[in-house]
């Protein structure tokens, strides 16, 4: 076998203008860039077989946008809003910030480079970090459990889109099967009738006023509540699901199609539906925007929305509220971005992509409130009453407030199509990232099922509705409220701390430093592994904590409670996802060759030669080693604390 070549960090890296290809001029003096031939142009990062086989992004910008619409979500509409108000308004936005440039920042950075460099899907990119295989694992599970009940809150978005296609909208009026006796809409209906009726001795002041809006959503399209006669007749619950809702399971159905149909080919269709779902978005959000802001009430609405309430700052629970969201916003820890990312070019510009989309999407949720609560601001000016009594949290915010504040708008039909079909869009980017990467993690494990890849899509896609048919019970959001809760909020902040703790800590932050000079051509400075190293670290840790000393169990609302044995399986669901990475840890230790039980774990810490097998390959020369050869690494490189 010959020597392995060694060869100068120069040569493993350049600085063209365009990141994707440069040039070399013959007339030039300086010597022509590595492994050109001098005849130039010529593409100094080509797709090799290997990457052509498993697939590439066909443009850098399908690449950006993907990101875009992972990372732009339905939660950016609903969720980022109601924090906001609910956590001190504009105070809400310090700690938000502050999380995004000291975890959100550095983490998206830190996941686009590591999928860019290993080229694989979270499931088997950890052969930088054997032990940390379990990482990889807990990322395509918790992928998998919000792909499922995700879909089932899109196909709630299409409900919406095709009963807004009515002369009246059916959440504006209590004449309907589904209304209860104590329904009524704001503005119109006389409610001293009820008043009066609440001081008789049959109902004592137990009457509960319902808006038309709210019975919509939990009597007709969830279907939670009976109605006969106008008095609720029976209540489903998670104990008692109740049979499925026909009506949410066809308009589920659809939506999978449409999620199989631009999956079917993988990236090389994905990939080009992106260019309408980023994009399509922000016109939508660019057009309400305008239409709000020259409502009366919307001057009101949002200072509600942004009013700093300084004294919440003191509150550890809205710095914990700020990194969930962060989380949740960003999409980081899940292993989506690892993914994306793996079908880049070798020496693609991921920082760029990484500060674009980071900023973007922060950007992007204060216009989503802006937008909101300039229409709530309209809503709670019609009908005199302050704007916090007019606001739902969470999913309410997007299928009870909003659709009734539509109704106050000029053609609200159109208005209300426009917004359930940008809701559907935003969902859908994310969708296709939270399958992609479970199926990319699958097919890198398993090569075989590249070759069959339009009937493993087809396969899995059939398999997730099946999956989700629960969820579209009578008592389905009980379900999906329970996956959501556990199957993917405790989990990524675990997740992610080990993440970065196995790559900064066990790899080791020069090692991974290297890995980007070699695709970027310049090392990571100082703020970077000042919070990859520590700052991240702490922070996410601190908040796991804090999330676990204020842990109280899930409530559906105010006065609905989940069971005691529910909450065990939602711990259950966590613990699916989260006992992956101890358990991995043993196994990947237990499989490594080693005399003694501390040989095997110095080997299940360091890097094998595959995880440099893009280097090598893009070097143009078989003999090619990483910048640190495998043979002189030790466990923690240059990090003496987690030296053996």
């Not at 924090?83 to 310090?94: E, K, M, Q, R």
């Not at 480079?113 to 990322?139: F, R």
């Not at 395509?140 to 807004?164: E, H, P």
């Not at 292993?335 to 920082?351: D, E, P, T, V």
Request: net charge negative; charged share 15%.
């Amino acid at each position: 076998m010959p020597a392995s070549k060694s060869y100068p960090v120069e040569s493993l890296s350049f600085k063209p203008q365009d990141p994707e290809k440069t040039y070399y001029s013959p007339t030039n003096n300086s010597p022509p860039p590595p492994y050109t031939n001098g005849d130039g142009p010529v593409d100094l990062d080509p797709p090799i077989e290997e990457e052509e086989e498993r697939g590439i992004w066909g443009s850098q910008w399908e690449f950006l946008l993907s990101c875009i619409g992972l990372s732009v979500g339905i939660g950016n509409v609903w969720r980022f809003p109601y924090l906001a108000y609910d956590n001190g308004g504009g105070a809400f936005l310090i700690p938000y910030i502050i999380m995004l440039v000291l975890v959100g920042k550095p983490m998206y950075y830190m996941e686009l480079a590591l999928g860019q460099y290993g080229g694989e899907a979270p499931l088997t990119v950890w052969s930088c970090v054997p032990i940390a295989k379990g990482v990889g694992v807990a990322m395509v599970i918790v992928s998998f459990i919000v792909a499922i009940y995700y879909n089932v809150i899109m196909s709630y978005t299409l409900y919406y889109m095709w009963a807004s296609m009515q002369k009246v909208l059916p959440w504006q009026t209590c004449t309907n099967a589904w209304n209860s006796r104590f329904c009524y809409v704001r503005g119109e209906t006389n409610l001293s009738y009820f008043e009066e009726l609440n001081r008789t001795e049959e109902f004592n002041g137990t009457i509960k006023l319902t808006t038309s809006p709210e019975e919509y959503w939990t009597n007709k399209v969830l279907g939670l509540n009976e109605i006969v006669d106008g008095v609720i007749s029976h209540t489903y619950n998670i104990s008692d699901l109740g049979g499925i809702k026909w009506d949410i399971v066809l308009n589920l159905l659809l939506s999978w199609i449409i999620v199989f149909i631009c999956l079917m080919k993988g990236i090389k269709s994905s990939g080009k539906v992106v260019y309408f779902t980023a994009t399509f978005p922000y016109v939508v959000l660019i057009i309400l925007l305008i239409r709000g802001a020259i409502l009366e009430g919307a001057k009101e609405g949002i200072w509600y929305f942004i009013y700093p309430d300084i004294k919440r700052l003191r509150d550890i629970n809205v710095w914990r509220n700020a990194l969930g969201q962060m989380f949740f916003s960003l999409s980081v820890g899940w292993g989506c971005l690892i993914m994306f990312a793996s079908y880049n070019k070798f020496r693609h510009n991921c920082y760029r992509d990484a500060m674009v989309v980071s900023s973007l999407d922060t950007i992007t949720s204060v216009i989503a409130g802006f937008v909101v609560f300039s229409v709530l601001g309209e809503m709670a000016r019609e009908l005199g009453t302050d704007v916090s009594q007019v606001v739902k949290g969470g999913p309410g915010l997007a299928f009870i407030a909003y659709p009734e504040a539509v109704g106050f708008l000029p053609v609200p039909q159109l208005w209300s199509v426009i917004f359930f079909f940008m809701l559907y869009t935003l969902g859908l980017d994310s969708e296709f990232a939270l399958l992609e990467c479970v199926m990319s993690s699958l097919t890198d494990q398993f090569p075989p099922l590249r070759r069959n890849k339009f009937y493993f899509t087809l396969g899995f896609c059939i398999f997730c509705f099946l999956v989700a048919l629960p969820s579209t019970t009578h008592g389905g959001q009980y379900v999906w409220g329970l996956m959501d809760k556990y199957g993917g909020d405790f989990a990524v902040l675990l997740i992610a701390f080990f993440e970065i703790i196995a790559l900064m800590w066990i790899y080791g932050f020069r090692n991974f430093s290297q890995d980007i000079y070699a695709m970027l051509g310049h090392k990571p400075g100082i703020y970077w592994i000042v919070t990859w190293v520590a700052i991240a670290p702490i922070l996410i840790i601190l908040v796991f904590i804090a999330a676990m000393f204020f842990y109280k169990p899930l409530i559906l609302e105010a006065d609905v409670y989940y069971p005691p044995w529910s909450d065990g399986v939602g711990w259950l669901l966590a613990l699916l996802s989260m006992i992956q990475i101890p358990l991995w840890a043993i196994i990947m230790t237990l499989l490594q060759k080693g005399d003694t039980l501390l040989d095997k774990i110095k080997m299940a810490c360091t890097k094998n030669d595959h995880f440099d097998h893009r280097l090598r390959k893009h070097e143009h020369d078989t003999d090619a080693v990483a910048m640190v050869p495998t043979t002189k690494m030790t466990p923690g490189y240059d990090n003496p604390s987690i030296k053996f």
